[in-house]
Protein backbone atom coordinates (compact mmCIF):
# COMPACT_ATOMS: atom_id res chain seq x y z
CA UNK A 1 0.00 0.00 0.00
CA UNK A 2 1.74 3.55 -1.05
CA UNK A 3 0.87 7.03 -1.70
CA UNK A 4 1.85 8.51 -4.98
CA UNK A 5 1.45 11.97 -6.56
CA UNK A 6 -0.62 11.81 -9.54
CA UNK A 7 -1.34 14.69 -12.16
CA UNK A 8 -4.24 15.55 -14.78
CA UNK A 9 -4.76 18.17 -17.59
CA UNK A 10 -8.41 18.55 -17.04
CA UNK A 11 -9.89 19.77 -13.70
CA UNK A 12 -11.29 17.29 -10.83
CA UNK A 13 -13.51 18.58 -8.08
CA UNK A 14 -11.37 19.37 -5.01
CA UNK A 15 -7.76 18.35 -6.87
CA UNK A 16 -5.01 21.66 -6.55
CA UNK A 17 -3.57 22.92 -9.55
CA UNK A 18 -0.13 23.34 -9.56
CA UNK A 19 1.07 26.26 -10.89
CA UNK A 20 4.84 25.01 -11.86
CA UNK A 21 3.31 21.77 -13.47
CA UNK A 22 0.57 23.87 -14.84
CA UNK A 23 -1.89 20.52 -14.29
CA UNK A 24 -4.10 19.83 -11.66
CA UNK A 25 -2.39 17.48 -8.39
CA UNK A 26 -3.86 14.56 -6.79
CA UNK A 27 -3.28 11.54 -4.58
CA UNK A 28 -3.45 7.94 -5.12
CA UNK A 29 -3.44 5.43 -2.55
CA UNK A 30 -2.13 1.96 -4.28
CA UNK A 31 -3.79 -1.30 -2.67
CA UNK A 32 -2.62 -4.50 -3.09
CA UNK A 33 -5.11 -7.19 -1.69
CA UNK A 34 -3.68 -10.67 -0.80
CA UNK A 35 -5.51 -14.16 0.01
CA UNK A 36 -4.22 -16.38 2.59
CA UNK A 37 -0.86 -17.74 1.03
CA UNK A 38 0.81 -13.63 -0.28
CA UNK A 39 -0.77 -14.37 -3.51
CA UNK A 40 -1.98 -10.64 -5.01
CA UNK A 41 -5.97 -11.05 -5.68
CA UNK A 42 -6.59 -8.11 -6.90
CA UNK A 43 -5.21 -4.54 -6.91
CA UNK A 44 -7.37 -1.08 -5.62
CA UNK A 45 -6.61 2.57 -6.74
CA UNK A 46 -8.02 5.41 -4.97
CA UNK A 47 -8.33 8.94 -5.52
CA UNK A 48 -7.86 11.59 -2.68
CA UNK A 49 -8.16 15.53 -3.58
CA UNK A 50 -5.46 16.27 -0.93
CA UNK A 51 -2.73 14.07 0.61
CA UNK A 52 -3.91 14.59 3.91
CA UNK A 53 -7.25 12.23 3.23
CA UNK A 54 -5.06 9.61 1.56
CA UNK A 55 -2.72 9.22 4.77
CA UNK A 56 -6.09 9.20 6.73
CA UNK A 57 -7.46 6.32 4.74
CA UNK A 58 -3.74 4.75 4.83
CA UNK A 59 -3.85 4.79 8.33
CA UNK A 60 -7.91 3.63 8.90
CA UNK A 61 -6.55 0.47 6.39
CA UNK A 62 -3.55 -0.26 8.51
CA UNK A 63 -5.85 -0.30 11.82
CA UNK A 64 -8.52 -2.38 10.78
CA UNK A 65 -5.85 -4.62 9.44
CA UNK A 66 -4.01 -4.87 12.83
CA UNK A 67 -7.89 -5.00 14.96
CA UNK A 68 -8.73 -8.37 12.16
CA UNK A 69 -6.02 -9.80 13.36
CA UNK A 70 -6.81 -10.10 17.03
CA UNK A 71 -10.57 -10.94 15.73
CA UNK A 72 -12.02 -7.22 16.30
CA UNK A 73 -14.07 -6.02 13.20
CA UNK A 74 -15.97 -2.80 12.21
CA UNK A 75 -19.10 -2.63 12.37
CA UNK A 76 -21.26 -1.13 9.37
CA UNK A 77 -23.08 1.77 10.75
CA UNK A 78 -26.98 1.61 9.41
CA UNK A 79 -28.91 5.04 8.80
CA UNK A 80 -31.54 5.61 11.18
CA UNK A 81 -34.94 5.67 10.03
CA UNK A 82 -37.40 8.50 10.68
CA UNK A 83 -40.96 8.20 11.77
CA UNK A 84 -42.09 10.64 8.90
CA UNK A 85 -40.10 8.51 6.42
CA UNK A 86 -41.77 5.59 7.60
CA UNK A 87 -45.34 6.99 7.46
CA UNK A 88 -44.46 8.65 4.23
CA UNK A 89 -44.07 5.05 2.91
CA UNK A 90 -47.46 3.55 4.81
CA UNK A 91 -49.44 6.05 2.94
CA UNK A 92 -48.17 5.97 -0.39
CA UNK A 93 -49.93 1.96 -0.45
CA UNK A 94 -53.31 3.46 0.59
CA UNK A 95 -55.77 4.13 -2.81
CA UNK A 96 -58.41 4.95 -1.04
CA UNK A 97 -58.69 8.48 -0.81
CA UNK A 98 -60.94 8.66 2.55
CA UNK A 99 -58.47 5.98 4.43
CA UNK A 100 -55.77 7.68 3.16
CA UNK A 101 -56.74 11.20 4.64
CA UNK A 102 -57.80 9.70 7.76
CA UNK A 103 -54.35 7.89 8.63
CA UNK A 104 -52.12 11.07 7.29
CA UNK A 105 -54.26 12.84 10.10
CA UNK A 106 -53.35 9.91 12.70
CA UNK A 107 -49.61 9.68 11.71
CA UNK A 108 -48.83 13.09 11.43
CA UNK A 109 -50.18 13.93 14.85
CA UNK A 110 -48.03 11.05 16.06
CA UNK A 111 -44.90 12.21 14.50
CA UNK A 112 -45.97 15.78 15.67
CA UNK A 113 -45.87 14.87 19.05
CA UNK A 114 -42.90 12.70 19.15
CA UNK A 115 -40.96 15.44 16.56
CA UNK A 116 -40.04 15.85 13.44
CA UNK A 117 -37.18 13.89 13.50
CA UNK A 118 -37.48 11.02 15.84
CA UNK A 119 -36.14 7.58 14.91
CA UNK A 120 -38.52 4.84 14.82
CA UNK A 121 -35.85 2.52 16.87
CA UNK A 122 -35.85 5.21 19.95
CA UNK A 123 -40.09 4.59 20.16
CA UNK A 124 -40.93 2.97 23.47
CA UNK A 125 -44.19 2.18 25.10
CA UNK A 126 -44.03 5.48 26.96
CA UNK A 127 -43.96 7.51 23.59
CA UNK A 128 -47.56 5.82 22.76
CA UNK A 129 -48.95 6.37 26.30
CA UNK A 130 -48.22 10.31 25.84
CA UNK A 131 -50.22 10.22 22.25
CA UNK A 132 -53.16 8.27 23.48
CA UNK A 133 -53.06 10.87 26.86
CA UNK A 134 -52.78 13.42 24.73
CA UNK A 135 -55.62 12.44 22.29
CA UNK A 136 -57.62 11.84 25.52
CA UNK A 137 -58.04 15.63 26.96
CA UNK A 138 -59.01 16.71 23.38
CA UNK A 139 -62.69 17.54 22.30
CA UNK A 140 -64.08 16.82 19.12
CA UNK A 141 -66.61 19.26 17.11
CA UNK A 142 -69.05 18.30 18.97
CA UNK A 143 -67.51 19.82 22.07
CA UNK A 144 -67.30 16.24 23.55
CA UNK A 145 -64.20 14.10 25.07
CA UNK A 146 -62.64 11.38 22.32
CA UNK A 147 -63.99 7.92 23.48
CA UNK A 148 -61.43 5.09 23.58
CA UNK A 149 -62.75 3.13 21.05
CA UNK A 150 -61.44 6.37 18.68
CA UNK A 151 -58.36 6.37 20.53
CA UNK A 152 -58.04 2.44 20.00
CA UNK A 153 -58.68 2.74 16.30
CA UNK A 154 -55.90 5.46 16.17
CA UNK A 155 -53.28 3.33 17.82
CA UNK A 156 -54.02 0.44 15.58
CA UNK A 157 -53.42 2.56 12.13
CA UNK A 158 -50.35 4.05 13.82
CA UNK A 159 -49.46 -0.10 14.93
CA UNK A 160 -50.25 -0.95 11.51
CA UNK A 161 -47.67 1.37 10.34
CA UNK A 162 -44.63 0.31 12.75
CA UNK A 163 -45.43 -3.39 12.02
CA UNK A 164 -44.94 -2.56 8.44
CA UNK A 165 -41.16 -0.94 8.61
CA UNK A 166 -39.37 -4.17 7.81
CA UNK A 167 -40.88 -4.18 4.42
CA UNK A 168 -39.98 -1.00 3.55
CA UNK A 169 -36.36 -0.57 4.79
CA UNK A 170 -33.97 -3.15 5.20
CA UNK A 171 -32.57 -0.90 8.07
CA UNK A 172 -35.50 -2.31 10.21
CA UNK A 173 -35.49 -6.12 9.32
CA UNK A 174 -34.94 -6.92 12.77
CA UNK A 175 -37.16 -4.38 14.05
CA UNK A 176 -40.17 -4.97 16.95
CA UNK A 177 -42.28 -2.52 17.61
CA UNK A 178 -43.18 -1.46 21.34
CA UNK A 179 -46.16 -2.84 22.85
CA UNK A 180 -49.22 -0.59 21.83
CA UNK A 181 -51.61 -0.10 25.24
CA UNK A 182 -55.28 0.10 24.21
CA UNK A 183 -57.58 2.40 26.27
CA UNK A 184 -60.10 0.97 28.62
CA UNK A 185 -63.32 1.35 26.80
CA UNK A 186 -66.93 0.25 28.22
CA UNK A 187 -69.12 -2.30 26.27
CA UNK A 188 -70.64 -0.19 23.79
CA UNK A 189 -72.71 -2.84 21.33
CA UNK A 190 -75.77 -0.97 19.73
CA UNK A 191 -78.71 -3.50 20.58
CA UNK A 192 -81.12 -0.67 18.81
CA UNK A 193 -83.42 -3.02 16.23
CA UNK A 194 -86.74 -0.92 14.47
CA UNK A 195 -90.27 -2.29 15.27
CA UNK A 196 -92.57 -2.55 12.50
CA UNK A 197 -94.61 0.22 14.22
CA UNK A 198 -91.61 2.30 13.81
CA UNK A 199 -90.58 1.31 10.30
CA UNK A 200 -94.19 2.72 9.73
CA UNK A 201 -94.21 6.30 11.35
CA UNK A 202 -90.55 6.89 9.56
CA UNK A 203 -91.61 5.25 5.85
CA UNK A 204 -94.93 7.52 6.40
CA UNK A 205 -93.48 10.99 6.91
CA UNK A 206 -90.84 10.35 4.26
CA UNK A 207 -92.60 8.82 1.37
CA UNK A 208 -96.16 11.78 2.25
CA UNK A 209 -96.60 13.85 -0.94
CA UNK A 210 -95.44 17.43 -1.53
CA UNK A 211 -95.92 19.49 1.49
CA UNK A 212 -96.98 23.49 1.78
CA UNK A 213 -93.92 24.48 3.29
CA UNK A 214 -91.55 22.03 0.99
CA UNK A 215 -89.44 23.17 -2.01
CA UNK A 216 -89.38 20.13 -4.67
CA UNK A 217 -85.40 20.19 -4.13
CA UNK A 218 -86.08 19.10 -0.61
CA UNK A 219 -89.02 16.70 -1.61
CA UNK A 220 -86.87 14.42 -4.11
CA UNK A 221 -84.18 14.55 -1.69
CA UNK A 222 -86.65 13.17 0.82
CA UNK A 223 -88.41 10.76 -1.69
CA UNK A 224 -84.68 9.34 -2.28
CA UNK A 225 -84.05 8.76 1.81
CA UNK A 226 -87.41 7.00 1.39
CA UNK A 227 -86.71 5.19 -1.42
CA UNK A 228 -82.93 3.98 -0.09
CA UNK A 229 -84.22 3.58 3.57
CA UNK A 230 -86.38 0.97 2.32
CA UNK A 231 -83.55 -0.47 0.13
CA UNK A 232 -81.10 -0.46 3.19
CA UNK A 233 -84.12 -2.79 5.04
CA UNK A 234 -84.37 -5.05 2.35
CA UNK A 235 -80.87 -5.64 1.39
CA UNK A 236 -78.51 -4.48 4.78
CA UNK A 237 -76.71 -2.29 2.54
CA UNK A 238 -74.54 0.57 4.31
CA UNK A 239 -74.91 4.30 3.67
CA UNK A 240 -72.50 4.22 1.18
CA UNK A 241 -73.27 0.70 -0.63
CA UNK A 242 -76.71 2.20 -0.89
CA UNK A 243 -75.57 5.61 -2.56
CA UNK A 244 -73.31 4.34 -5.20
CA UNK A 245 -75.98 1.07 -6.40
CA UNK A 246 -75.93 1.35 -9.87
CA UNK A 247 -78.96 0.15 -12.37
CA UNK A 248 -76.15 -1.70 -14.13
CA UNK A 249 -75.81 -4.21 -10.72
CA UNK A 250 -79.18 -5.18 -11.71
CA UNK A 251 -79.86 -7.93 -14.15
CA UNK A 252 -83.18 -8.37 -14.61
CA UNK A 253 -82.67 -11.04 -17.28
CA UNK A 254 -80.71 -13.26 -15.03
CA UNK A 255 -82.71 -11.94 -12.23
CA UNK A 256 -79.98 -11.07 -10.16
CA UNK A 257 -78.71 -7.74 -7.95
CA UNK A 258 -75.35 -7.59 -6.66
CA UNK A 259 -74.55 -5.35 -3.73
CA UNK A 260 -70.75 -4.50 -3.14
CA UNK A 261 -69.56 -4.11 0.25
CA UNK A 262 -67.02 -1.42 0.11
CA UNK A 263 -65.88 -1.93 3.38
CA UNK A 264 -64.75 -5.58 3.06
CA UNK A 265 -64.30 -5.78 -0.67
CA UNK A 266 -67.08 -8.61 -0.84
CA UNK A 267 -69.90 -9.05 -2.89
CA UNK A 268 -73.12 -9.88 -2.11
CA UNK A 269 -75.97 -11.32 -4.39
CA UNK A 270 -79.27 -11.39 -4.15
CA UNK A 271 -80.96 -13.96 -6.69
CA UNK A 272 -83.55 -14.54 -8.02
CA UNK A 273 -84.45 -10.69 -6.55
CA UNK A 274 -86.88 -10.31 -4.17
CA UNK A 275 -90.62 -9.30 -5.41
CA UNK A 276 -90.32 -5.88 -3.01
CA UNK A 277 -86.84 -4.84 -4.20
CA UNK A 278 -87.94 -5.10 -7.85
CA UNK A 279 -91.16 -2.87 -6.88
CA UNK A 280 -89.30 -0.75 -5.33
CA UNK A 281 -87.23 -0.49 -8.41
CA UNK A 282 -90.14 0.46 -10.51
CA UNK A 283 -90.93 2.36 -8.06
CA UNK A 284 -87.38 4.54 -8.14
CA UNK A 285 -87.05 5.02 -12.04
CA UNK A 286 -88.85 7.98 -12.88
CA UNK A 287 -87.21 9.94 -9.85
CA UNK A 288 -83.70 8.45 -11.19
CA UNK A 289 -82.33 9.53 -14.28
CA UNK A 290 -78.54 8.48 -13.87
CA UNK A 291 -76.07 5.44 -13.43
CA UNK A 292 -76.86 5.96 -9.57
CA UNK A 293 -80.63 4.40 -8.92
CA UNK A 294 -80.67 6.44 -5.15
CA UNK A 295 -78.14 9.30 -5.89
CA UNK A 296 -77.21 11.86 -8.91
CA UNK A 297 -73.04 10.99 -8.27
CA UNK A 298 -73.08 8.43 -6.04
CA UNK A 299 -73.27 9.93 -2.89
CA UNK A 300 -75.96 11.83 -0.43
CA UNK A 301 -75.98 15.55 -0.03
CA UNK A 302 -76.23 17.71 2.73
CA UNK A 303 -79.95 17.29 3.37
CA UNK A 304 -79.84 13.29 4.17
CA UNK A 305 -78.90 13.62 7.99
CA UNK A 306 -81.42 16.70 8.91
CA UNK A 307 -84.29 14.80 6.57
CA UNK A 308 -83.64 11.50 8.63
CA UNK A 309 -83.75 13.35 11.77
CA UNK A 310 -87.24 15.18 10.96
CA UNK A 311 -88.37 11.85 10.13
CA UNK A 312 -87.73 10.60 13.16
CA UNK A 313 -88.85 13.73 15.68
CA UNK A 314 -92.31 13.43 13.46
CA UNK A 315 -92.00 9.37 14.76
CA UNK A 316 -91.10 10.27 18.22
CA UNK A 317 -87.97 8.22 17.85
CA UNK A 318 -84.72 9.17 19.49
CA UNK A 319 -81.96 9.95 16.36
CA UNK A 320 -77.76 9.73 16.59
CA UNK A 321 -75.86 7.29 17.16
CA UNK A 322 -75.05 9.18 20.70
CA UNK A 323 -78.69 9.69 21.74
CA UNK A 324 -80.08 6.75 23.70
CA UNK A 325 -81.66 4.04 22.00
CA UNK A 326 -81.17 6.10 18.74
CA UNK A 327 -82.04 5.55 15.27
CA UNK A 328 -79.37 6.27 11.87
CA UNK A 329 -79.78 4.67 8.68
CA UNK A 330 -77.14 1.67 9.18
CA UNK A 331 -80.17 0.83 12.19
CA UNK A 332 -81.38 -0.75 8.89
CA UNK A 333 -78.27 -2.94 8.83
CA UNK A 334 -78.73 -4.33 12.09
CA UNK A 335 -82.76 -5.17 11.00
CA UNK A 336 -81.89 -6.58 8.12
CA UNK A 337 -79.78 -9.52 10.09
CA UNK A 338 -81.66 -9.86 12.78
CA UNK A 339 -84.93 -10.27 11.21
CA UNK A 340 -82.95 -13.16 8.61
CA UNK A 341 -81.59 -15.02 12.05
CA UNK A 342 -84.86 -14.42 13.76
CA UNK A 343 -86.74 -16.27 10.47
CA UNK A 344 -84.22 -19.58 10.86
CA UNK A 345 -81.55 -18.49 8.29
CA UNK A 346 -78.52 -20.19 8.42
CA UNK A 347 -76.01 -17.96 9.91
CA UNK A 348 -73.33 -18.66 7.14
CA UNK A 349 -76.35 -17.62 4.58
CA UNK A 350 -76.82 -14.87 6.30
CA UNK A 351 -73.13 -13.73 6.17
CA UNK A 352 -72.78 -13.93 2.47
CA UNK A 353 -76.05 -12.02 2.16
CA UNK A 354 -74.83 -9.20 4.65
CA UNK A 355 -71.48 -9.20 2.99
CA UNK A 356 -69.66 -10.10 6.74
CA UNK A 357 -66.00 -11.93 6.32
CA UNK A 358 -66.38 -13.36 9.76
CA UNK A 359 -69.41 -15.14 11.29
CA UNK A 360 -68.29 -13.75 14.71
CA UNK A 361 -68.95 -10.53 13.50
CA UNK A 362 -72.33 -11.51 12.44
CA UNK A 363 -73.31 -12.20 16.34
CA UNK A 364 -72.37 -8.06 16.87
CA UNK A 365 -75.76 -7.82 14.65
CA UNK A 366 -77.97 -9.69 16.02
CA UNK A 367 -80.30 -8.82 18.31
CA UNK A 368 -82.99 -9.98 20.65
CA UNK A 369 -86.72 -8.77 20.57
CA UNK A 370 -89.69 -8.78 22.85
CA UNK A 371 -91.05 -11.61 20.27
CA UNK A 372 -87.54 -13.76 20.52
CA UNK A 373 -87.81 -13.56 24.21
CA UNK A 374 -91.53 -14.54 24.58
CA UNK A 375 -90.88 -17.32 22.40
CA UNK A 376 -88.01 -18.61 23.89
CA UNK A 377 -89.77 -18.54 27.88
CA UNK A 378 -92.75 -20.55 25.69
CA UNK A 379 -90.25 -23.78 24.80
CA UNK A 380 -89.07 -23.82 28.39
CA UNK A 381 -92.46 -25.41 29.12
CA UNK A 382 -91.16 -27.80 26.35
CA UNK A 383 -88.28 -29.40 28.63
Known amino acids: MSITTIYSEKEKPGWTYDRKKKEWRGYLLDILCFDGKNKPLKRKRIQYSSKSDAVDAELEIET ?85 QTINRELTIISSALRQSP ?62 LRFAWLTGARKKEVARIQWKDYDARRDRLSVYRYKNKLMSVFSPVPRKIKELFEERKPFSGGAFIFTEAGEFNSYFESIVEAACIDANINYGRFADD ?51 VLIIDDF
Not at 195 to 214: F, I, S, V, Y
Not at 340 to 363: M, N, P
Not at 366 to 375: F, I, L, Q, V
Open 64 to 148: EKKNAAFGIYKTKETRRITLKELFDKRLILLTERKRRELERRVLNRFADICGEDFAVEDLKTSHIYRYAETRAAEKTARNTLLTP
Open 167 to 228: RFFAELEDYQPPRIPRQKAKENRRTRTTTPEEKMRLLAWLGAKLRDNETAAYYNERIKIFHA
Open 326 to 376: GFTFHTARHDFITNLIQKGVDIETVRELAGISKSEILLLYAHASAETRKRA
